[in-house]
């Protein structure tokens, strides 16, 4: 009996908490998920060789702020050369860089973008001439 009445006095805190919770969850995520969305984009584009004009697999392409360098958000390229950044936030000054190892580093800074997507196209990378001093031994 005191198992039945006790288990009477707690079933209603757990069905109004779920109730609670489930309500502002389905509000709560809604809005910002919305708001999230309008104010971050998405940028799009490809990374190929500019001699061979192959695609570079695994290039490293990323963004990040031009005060501290602290990166935003990073990704790679496919096998075909193709990358998605997303998450990228709106109105606001940011670098955008592509590095591959053995290349030339691409940088273009990202000023106060308000579309939603930012296609960059076809952005070809250069090999490093650097030449390297002999060594003697």
């Known amino acids: ?16 908490s779920s109730a609670v919770a489930q309500e502002m969850a389905g509000t709560k995520k809604s809005d910002i998920l919305e708001k999230h969305q309008k104010r971050t984009y998405i940028i799009r584009g490809k990374v190929l060789d500019s001699a061979t004009r192959k695609p570079l697999v695994s290039a490293t392409v990323y963004v990040r702020q031009p005060k501290d360098s602290a ?6 390229t496919d096998e075909s050369g193709v990358f998605t950044l997303k998450d990228i936030p709106k109105d606001s000054s940011l670098q955008f860089m592509i590095f591959y190892t053995g290349y030339a580093r691409y940088h273009k800074l990202l000023q106060h973008i308000k579309s939603d997507t930012l296609n960059v196209h076809t952005i070809y990378l250069a090999m490093n001439s650097h030449v390297l001093s002999g060594v003697t031994v």
């Open 1 to 16: 009996m005191k198992t039945f009445i006790l288990l009477l006095a707690i079933l209603p805190v757990f069905v109004y």
């Open 71 to 76: 990166v935003v958000t990073v990704g790679f």
